[in-house]
């Protein structure tokens, strides 16, 4: 079988996860992590290459990916904007920077992108409490206290 | 120079100086200086002149607990493992996902040493030969750096085969999660390193007869492993650390409206007040009002002087420290708590999965002005039987901040059904 999306880099480095990990289904998740990183969406046809590679039944991963916050939304964009909305971001004023997001990309939180470039997530506590409203965009993360419409515009702008 | 991805500037200062030793900084310790600063002599030290045995007695004298939340003895926790036949794993859970806590991400960031070396010693103890971190797929910087760390450890020897010399084998994986709160949990976690979805197990059995792949298995906190090379370094001495009983630093996450929020170390004969103090006190000069711990308890002013150790009326948990002013609200406060609980129930058993999503829009009736008195007795009512009906600490613990702030708060409960929010936040 060919593989579209599973491109070469990826497979070396699934390569490497089963080679690393004793059992063979270990290597889904971290497969799906590779996947997630270039594609910011798990489709049924990644799904089912991978099924193919790993030689994984397809519903094991299926039950994966709907299992895991990170892998089970359809976000259809290219960045991945994630606001944290627990307790300590809620009390520094989350809700303000959330609206803040909505009006610089002009999409909704929690909503399939229009355009393609940001998905807005508000998600659990992402472990940077002290730096609350923290969000992170992709990999990266962000102090959000006392950001300005500015500011934030600037940080957006280095995703395209 | 590696380039790593953005660390937070998270504030890391102390009273004392033992955990966060090299983290003070907001930059990754690398393995050079990390020896040049002392590093991995715990380690050699534990190789060459202790037994496994010796270094297990050494964890049980120092009324070590786990750092995690439950507060369970590790050496009680290894003595249960070592009962069993090897071959036997070692995990350590660096999935933190409780509200406010963010300790662990402190060491994994700026010391991964410190965690690699205190899991080389616990997989000495155990006779373990593989370990696992365990780490939340929110730190995609943290899993990387523990990799490069991981990396730099072999090729100096200290982790792989015969390390430094000796017989002992060890070696550690990195495994990312995927974002559920649930995988903290213990059994949660084996299933979910096992690659599958992160339901708890039924225990008995537990993990140390019966954990990853079937084999005996001890699942410690970052914090904890942490702990085990100063341990083995001081011996006798680290029981000068700290009160009677519960000897040794212990990181305190303190977030919220304080005027630096960040990770604190202390011992832990210190109180509640103590740590607010030492977190520069309430923001804005604002009136304190009430602390989160995590998502676990809610401590009003009179509960200042807790003191913040694992005894029954500590603190205990994670330490986990999220402090309210006057202007926010108990009511709106425990409807993002009960979210978060809804959102991250795994579905297992039923009355976690149907408790918290109740115990939400009850708790959204009061903020709507809707409720009557009948819904207190509902809360009440769910706060006692989502425990019992659960298999895992996240059912015993989703009403455990309702419950509190009903003791504690109760005329705040009133208010609002008399349409009325104190913290002016809700209506």
Redesign the interface.
């Known amino acids: 079988m060919e593989f579209i999306y599973l491109t070469e880099e990826i497979r070396q480095q699934i390569d490497k996860y089963v080679e690393?990990?004793?059992?063979?289904?270990?290597?889904?998740?971290?497969s799906?992590?590779l996947i997630y990183?270039k594609y910011r969406d798990i489709e049924d046809y990644h799904m089912k290459e991978l099924s193919e590679y790993l030689q994984v039944p397809l519903n094991?991963i299926e039950?994966?990916v709907s299992?895991?916050?990170?892998?089970r939304v359809k976000r259809g964009a290219r960045h991945h904007i994630?606001v944290c909305?627990?307790?300590?971001c809620?009390?520094?004023g989350c809700k303000n920077l959330l609206k803040m997001f909505e009006k610089l990309t002009g999409e909704k939180a929690n909503e399939y992108s229009k355009n393609g470039r940001f998905y807005i997530e508000t998600?659990?506590?992402?472990?940077?409490?002290?730096?609350?409203p923290?969000f992170?965009i992709d990999?990266?993360?962000y102090?959000g206290l006392n950001i300005t419409e500015e500011k934030l515009n600037e940080i957006l702008s280095k995703y395209t | 120079m590696r380039y790593y991805p953005n660390i937070p500037d998270l504030n890391a200062d102390s009273s004392i100086n033992l955990l966060l030793r090299r983290a003070k900084e907001n930059r990754t310790v690398d393995i050079e200086e990390y020896v040049t600063t002392g590093g991995y002599s715990a380690l050699k030290k534990a190789l060459t002149k202790f037994t496994p045995e010796d270094i297990v007695v050494l964890v049980e004298e120092s009324t070590l607990r786990g750092r995690g939340g439950a507060g369970f003895p590790t050496g009680r926790k290894w003595r249960f493992a070592l009962s069993n036949p090897p071959p036997r794993y070692l995990i350590c859970n660096a999935d933190e996902s409780e509200p406010g806590t963010f300790k662990d991400r402190i060491i994994i960031e700026r010391d991964p040493h410190l965690l690699i070396e205190g899991m080389a010693i616990a997989g000495y103890a155990l006779g373990a030969e593989l370990g696992f971190i365990y780490i939340r797929g929110e730190y995609p910087a943290g899993a990387k750096i523990l990799e490069d760390a991981i990396e730099d450890a072999r090729k100096r020897g200290f982790l792989g085969k015969n390390i430094l010399g000796t017989e002992f084998s060890f070696d550690i994986l990195v495994y990312r999660g995927a974002g559920a709160y649930i995988c903290g949990e213990e059994t949660a976690l084996i299933e979910s390193l096992e690659g599958k979805r992160g339901h708890p197990r039924l225990r008995p059995p537990y993990p140390a007869n019966y954990g990853l792949f079937g084999k005996p298995t001890v699942v410690n906190n970052v914090e904890t492993l942490s702990n085990i090379p100063i341990i083995v370094t001081y011996e006798s001495y680290y029981m000068n650390i700290g009160p009677s009983g519960y000897y040794g630093p212990k990181l305190f996450p303190i977030s919220g409206k304080v005027n630096k929020p960040g990770v604190y170390e202390s011992t832990m004969d210190i109180t509640l007040r103590d740590l607010i103090d030492m977190a520069g006190g309430m923001r804005d000069g604002k009136k304190f009002k009430v602390v989160f711990a995590g998502a676990l308890g809610v401590y009003s002013e009179r509960d200042l002087d807790t003191p913040m150790d694992y005894s029954p009326k500590g603190f205990g948990g994670t330490g986990t420290t999220i402090v309210l002013a006057e202007d926010d609200c108990i009511i709106d406060s425990l409807i993002v708590i009960a979210e978060f609980f809804e959102h991250e129930s795994c579905g297992k058993c039923t009355p976690c999965r149907v408790g918290t999503y109740e115990q939400l829009n009850i708790l959204r009736k009061f903020q709507q002005g809707t409720a009557t008195e009948e819904d207190i007795k509902l809360l009440e009512h769910l706060g006692r039987n989502i425990p019992v009906g659960s298999i895992c600490g996240l059912g015993y613990s989703a009403s455990n901040a309702i419950m509190d702030a009903l003791r504690k708060f109760r005329d705040e409960f009133y208010e609002h059904i008399k349409g009325n929010c104190p913290a002016g936040v809700c209506f």
Not at chain 1, 20 to 30: C, E, H, L, M, T
Not at chain 1, 85 to 88: Q, R, V, Y
């Open positions: 690393k990990f004793p059992v063979r289904d270990q290597a889904v998740i971290q799906l992590h990183s094991v039950g994966i299992f895991y916050d990170m892998f994630r909305k627990n307790l300590p809620h009390i520094m998600v659990e506590c992402i472990g940077s409490c002290s730096i609350a923290a992170m990999d990266d993360l102090n």
